[in-house]
């Protein structure tokens, strides 16, 4: 029985390679639509792919067209080549605003991008299209069941985009160990706290900052110095005001100390 049951699903399997072939080679506009069908159904995605390429142009404007064009555009996220399902999706929201599967086209189209956002150290084109895409879903479908997920990925990203600028800025202080300049990185944490108010990098953000103010202030002529030593104790202060019990606060009191060491030769 096992081996008749073998025999039966190759037989069936050489059969529907013979279909998928001779629809490659056809002319036949219908034998393609029917057969990528076939393929699409049985998960068979970068096969069906192959087929809807071929009749997706030929197609346009007809009867079937709208059912088509959403497979082609599932098949492609389903093999997650996501730049184009983003597109085909969008081009299908755009071109059948009257179609029940709208909402879901638009927000896998806005998934799309979603999950073409790379890792934060890389460019954030992606990342920042992405929350564009799900925030325009939401404001579009506000009562979607998918609410829940498209704001979780909007949460993502953002955070993917915060943890860029921080990185940003925190490297101006490095770089200052070398070139002197710590002015840049004070400017640079300055503006991501500012655009960030609510970051769960505000205490390394401050942290840095103080070490930043404080190199400055070491580093300074004795002309400047005095008033740079103050800045540095008002970003100390604003640090242990946010965090008193801050992971920094030890290499924080310490430089305090010396701070407080170097203020003493200007009461003299």
Known sequence: ??????????????????????????????????????????????????????????????????????????????????????????????GYPKSEKREEAAFLGAKSFYQLSPVYSIDQTDTQKGIDKLQEYINTYPDSPNMADANKMITELRQKLEKKA???????????????????????????????PGTIYKEDALFYKFDSTYKLAINSIHSKMEDRLHTAKTAYSALIRFKGDTKYKAKADEMLANIDKELQQFSK
């Open 166 to 196: 921080f990185e940003i800025a925190k490297q101006y202080n490095t770089i200052g160990e070398w070139s002197r300049d710590y002015n840049a990185a004070i400017k640079a944490l300055d503006n991501f706290i500012v655009d960030y």
């Open 1 to 94: 029985m096992s081996k008749f049951l073998y025999v039966f699903l190759v037989a069936v399997l050489l059969t529907s390679c013979s279909q998928y072939q001779k629809a490659l080679k056809s002319e036949d506009l219908a034998m393609k639509y029917e057969v990528a069908t076939k393929m699409y159904d049985a998960g068979k995605y970068s096969k069906a792919i192959r087929l809807f390429e071929q009749i997706a142009a030929p197609n346009r404007g007809k009867p079937q067209a709208e059912k088509l064009f959403y497979m082609f555009a599932q098949s492609y996220y389903q093999t997650k080549q996501y730049y184009l399902s983003g597109y085909q999706f969008e081009s299908f929201v755009a």
